[in-house]
């Protein structure tokens, strides 16, 4: 198996608990671990899994739904990763650098792990 890695995948989403982070939106950093079979040591982009797909497919998720929880959005991005590619394994951490804590942290974070049955 492969280990194929995107990080801090930027997008700008609508997700929250409230309101005001949803109807403004904010940025979201999406670190993705995705298991590949062994396939694309064949050197040819038709046996791998192209990450370009890979952040459209992040991009899709996360711009066609609203999520309260970072748990659900990380969890619905590992789903549709499963879903589209042959992945084996795929870990999915979601970043949300913006969120305003009182005292002050860096970022908060969900990490969904899934694996092929």
Do not use: C, W
């Not at 040819?44 to 899994?49: K, L, S």
């Amino acid at each position: 198996m492969i280990e194929l890695e995107l990080h801090g995948l930027e997008l700008h989403g609508r997700h929250g608990v409230l309101p005001e982070e949803r109807e403004a939106g904010q940025r979201f950093l999406f670190d993705l671990r995705l298991g590949v079979p062994d396939g694309a040591f064949s050197d040819r982009i038709e046996d791998a899994v192209d990450y370009r797909e890979v952040a459209e497919v992040v991009r899709a998720v996360s711009d066609g739904h609203t999520f309260a929880l970072l748990e659900a959005l990380a969890g619905a991005v590992a789903d549709a990763l499963l879903e589209r590619f042959p992945l084996e394994r795929v870990q999915v951490r979601v970043r949300k650098p913006d969120v305003r804590l009182d005292p002050p942290v860096e970022f908060s974070a969900a990490t969904v792990e899934r694996t092929r049955a």
